[in-house]
């Protein structure tokens, strides 16, 4: 018989594409949704209406719907990928932050061990829980949370802990360090580059090559950070390896290279030829009151115990991330050019 999984946040960038994996390997898959007053299932359009594929109207930080719907289908495994994922609006939204990062972990935990404790639980954590510990950063080094949005994921991931070691709760926490596609929400560092990119590639497109003269330059904030950036495909791999091992464990996840964002920046422009400093401006709007400076993971337990590494480069993923945003913005030129 196929076995069966519960994601949360299914509509996110990690839900599409664990959603994907998992049918692949012939689960049968419930998604489970907020309910919204626009269309937020674009990028998991293509799996509605396969009959391996159900999407639930729910919300974590909400206890009695959690317990039902894990009452009702008690499945093999629930990944648990909601949450309020920006680090920079947790400083804006801090309580609906931790009401979600945090207390609905534990309400799916709790449900878990209550109503279904055959159920393996895979936690999303977060190499932000590490703050500015030094790099590399592995299963060891020390938590220092530097966000409302760390602060509430280190309550989640020490709640795995007690729930594993309390409960005898078969719950997981995968320690990932940042990872994007071109599915990746158009607010975060790298796509909102990638995105403007490709509007800037349109434009010069359809102007002999050239910049039009009053094109508006794209604002940011920290260039200085620096993050360990891998392919999202990678890493729900390793989510789904984790819940097949013979006992519960924590495990970094990590391309094991940093870049800033500036090195970011430089590599995309590249692409097309211009100099991303032409096109940069500097907002103080997009510094964190406190930010985290250096990360770089060590996988090396995932190597070693999972066979897990990356597969997709740094350079590869630029590309990939670029060369998607050009050709829908060529969709949409089109379009807005016929109508
Ligand atoms: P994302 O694209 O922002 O997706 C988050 C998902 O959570 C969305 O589907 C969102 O639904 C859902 N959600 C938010 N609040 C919810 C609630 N109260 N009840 C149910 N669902 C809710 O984030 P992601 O990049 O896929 O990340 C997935 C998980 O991994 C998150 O927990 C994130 O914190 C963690 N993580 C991500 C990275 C990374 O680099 N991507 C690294 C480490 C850890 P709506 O569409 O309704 O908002
Ligand atoms: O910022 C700097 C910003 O928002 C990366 C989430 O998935 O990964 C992600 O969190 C860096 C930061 O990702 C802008 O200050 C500069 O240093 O893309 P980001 P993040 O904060 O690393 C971790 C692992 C998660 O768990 C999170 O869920 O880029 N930066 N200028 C900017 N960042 C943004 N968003 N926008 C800017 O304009």
């Given amino acids: 018989m196929s076995k069966s999984a519960m994601l949360t946040g299914a509509n996110g960038q ?31 359009a293509h799996l509605i209406g396969r009959p391996d594929f159900e999407l639930i109207t729910g919300d974590v930080t909400d206890a009695t719907g959690v317990h039902r719907v894990i ?26 932050t931790f009401e979600v990062n ?115 330059k794209l604002a940011l904030g920290n260039l200085d ?15 789904w390896l984790m819940l097949q091992q013979d006992q519960p464990d924590d495990f970094v996840l990590a391309s094991g290279e940093s870049h800033s964002v500036r090195e970011f920046l430089e590599l995309a422009f590249k692409s097309l030829g211009v100099d991303y400093r032409d096109f940069v401006r500097i907002d103080p709007k997009f510094f964190r009151p406190a930010e985290v400076n250096y990360l770089c993971g060590d996988a090396t337990k995932a190597r070693q115990v999972l066979g897990w590494s990356p597969r997709v480069s740094f350079e590869e993923l630029i590309t990939r991330m670029v060369e998607s945003d050009v050709a829908r913005e060529r969709d949409s030129h089109g379009l807005r050019c016929a109508s």
């Fill in 14 to 44: 990690d839900g599409s594409y664990l959603a994907e994996f998992l049918l692949e390997k012939g689960y049968r898959v419930y998604g489970l949704i907020r309910r919204s007053s626009t269309v937020t299932t674009e990028r998991i």
């Fill in 71 to 96: 009452q009702r289908l008690r499945p093999d495994e629930v990944y648990n990928l909601a949450a309020q994922s920006h680090v920079g609006d947790s400083f804006d939204v801090p309580s609906a």
């Fill in 102 to 216: 945090a207390v609905g972990v534990l309400n799916l935990l709790e449900t878990i061990r209550t109503e279904s404790p055959h159920t393996r639980f895979y936690q999303a954590s977060t190499s932000e829980l590490f703050g500015n510990s030094p790099p590399p950063q592995d299963e060891n080094t020390p938590f220092i949370p530097r966000s409302p949005y760390a602060v509430a994921k280190l309550a989640a991931h020490n709640l795995v802990h007690i729930y594993r070691e309390g409960y005898g709760v078969f719950a997981c926490a995968g320690i990932l360090f940042n990872h994007e596609s071109e599915r990746r929400g158009e607010e975060f560092v790298t796509r909102k580059i990638t995105k403007y990119l490709a509007r800037l590639a349109v434009a010069m497109e359809n102007n002999g090559g050239n910049p039009p003269h009053d094109w508006t």
């Fill in 225 to 239: 950070a620096k993050r360990d950036w891998s392919f999202v495909g990678d890493m729900v791999r390793g989510m």
